[in-house]
């Protein structure tokens, strides 16, 4: 297994001495791979889903060493406030993390991105997953293939730009190109994904949209 000493994810597992939480697994690698390829009779997991448990894993290992509530549903709200576009909520939160002694400002920096774990499972633990069978999903693939073609040419033109000297630290910036479906009659905006998986874009024109397409 090759262990990228750059890696972020790793660099956040050493720092907070995140360890397996299943006795199956020695490492928290193992079981990230596990539950990334559905080892074990587990159910696979996708890179956003994997994420969001990585990054909440973390969340509840600080949480109980500064002795604060981890109930799930605790966890869940904190974390989607972290990573959520409100910046008022995410800075007063990380301000009442702050009055707690949890630094709440670094954890929110520690957590990793889906393309950052994406990049782990693949390039740095050399995981294989093999390919689904159905061949019903080709325009999922295609948007997928479409935002890594956009990943790297992004990467090779901020290299370009680092040696430059325009960006400083940009051939190491982590780049997450994302596919953002807009409401035709609200400033609602959601990541393809997140529509594909509920089958609608906005809650709250959705069914309108729907009467005037059966009208």
């Not at 972290?82 to 957590?111: C, F, V």
């Not at 991105?113 to 294989?128: A, F, P």
């Amino acid at each position: 297994m090759a262990v990228n000493s750059g890696c972020k994810v790793d660099a956040v597992i050493d720092k907070y001495g995140l360890a397996s939480t299943d006795p199956v697994y020695d490492t928290l690698d193992d079981g990230l791979l596990a539950r990334w390829t559905g080892a074990d009779d587990r159910t696979e997991m996708g890179y956003r889903s994997l994420t969001a448990w990585f990054n909440k894993r973390l969340l509840k290992q600080v949480y109980t060493e500064h002795g604060r509530e981890t109930l799930d549903t605790r966890v869940d709200s904190d974390y989607d406030t972290l990573r959520g576009d409100d910046d008022l909520r995410r800075d007063e939160l990380i301000e009442r993390l702050q009055a707690t002694g949890i630094p709440g400002a670094s954890l929110h920096d520690d957590m990793v991105s889906w393309g950052t774990m994406r990049t782990h499972l693949n390039d740095c633990l050399d995981g294989e997953k093999e390919p689904r069978k159905a061949t019903t999903n080709w325009e999922q693939e295609s948007v997928a293939t479409a935002k890594t073609v956009v990943e790297r040419k992004a990467e090779t033109a901020l290299s370009s730009l680092a040696k430059k000297g325009d960006i400083e630290g940009g051939d190491t910036a982590e780049i997450e190109a994302q596919i953002q479906l807009g409401c035709p009659d609200c400033p609602t905006r959601v990541p393809f994904d997140v529509a594909l998986e509920r089958g609608y874009v906005c809650k709250q024109h959705r069914s309108a949209n729907l009467s005037t397409h059966d009208s």
